[in-house]
């Protein structure tokens, strides 16, 4: 392979908008209630995938950080949030290489990318 390395991808994660607002508005007026209720559970379980994330990180369970990851990239491609999904993607990759250096990158870039996603998400809920 002579791509970019999993760093280097890892750091393009910043160029992402955090949030597909215009999918949001489309999801929000196709689904209403069911699609509030869905990105609450969002809110919700982003926050434990993370903390298993982390956890699995400092266990070194590169089997534990690949089902977490994989579970994030899905949810956050089906609400529209692209920095979150890449940078899981990412992380699930280096986890397959059992890449520690390239995880841990990973880790550090997506707890912010997370916590403003998630700050965007309940003002889009409550705005």
Known sequence: M???STATRIQDASQLD???ISRLKDLSAKRSGAFTDMLQEYITRTGELLHT???SETRRNYEALHQAAGTLKGSSALIGAPRVQHLAEEIEAASDNRDETSVRTGLVELKPAVDRTLALLRDF???
């Open 125 to 127: 809920l409550h705005g």
């Open 53 to 55: 994330l982390q956890d």
């Open 2 to 4: 002579n791509g970019p």
């Open 18 to 20: 955090c949030l597909d």
